[in-house]
């Protein structure tokens, strides 16, 4: 069993910037690939980017590559979303997941443990 914890959302006007981190206990990080996925009212959720358990290699969504970065520690037990020049658009309940096997993923069914979220609103 692996619990998630998110934290560093809030409130951010458009073109600031905020760092999400995701700290994880109960099993050894690195053995688990990491996602940030996020929705907005509304709207399904989406992937927003993923991490090998490494750390080595990283995907994220085409809309947002260049303003969010995905890193880890895996000596903290914990992930980061970087996120800048945010807009209107990045206002929604982010999430981070963890993937047994260590592996990244872009596809929500292939998680098996989630956060509760935390919210990020952009505000004009």
């Known amino acids: 069993q692996v619990q998630l914890v998110e934290s560093g959302g809030g409130l951010v006007q458009a073109g600031g910037s905020l760092r999400l981190s995701c700290a994880a206990s109960?099993?050894?990080?690195?053995?688990?690939?990491m996602g940030w996925f996020r929705q907005a009212p509304g709207k399904e959720r989406e992937f927003v980017a993923t991490?090998?358990?490494?750390?080595?290699?990283?995907r994220y969504a085409d809309s947002l590559k260049g303003r969010f970065t995905i890193s880890r520690d895996n000596a903290k037990n914990t992930v980061y979303l970087q996120m800048n020049s945010l807009k209107l658009e990045d206002t929604a309940v982010y999430y981070c997941?963890?993937?047994?096997?260590?592996?990244?993923?872009?596809?929500?069914?292939?998680?098996?443990?989630w956060g509760q979220g935390t919210q990020v609103t952009v505000s004009s």
């Open positions: 991490i090998i358990g490494s750390g080595g290699v990283t």
């Open positions: 109960g099993r050894t990080f690195s053995d688990y690939g």
């Open positions: 997941a963890a993937r047994r096997g260590g592996g990244s993923a872009s596809l929500a069914f292939l998680y098996n443990y």
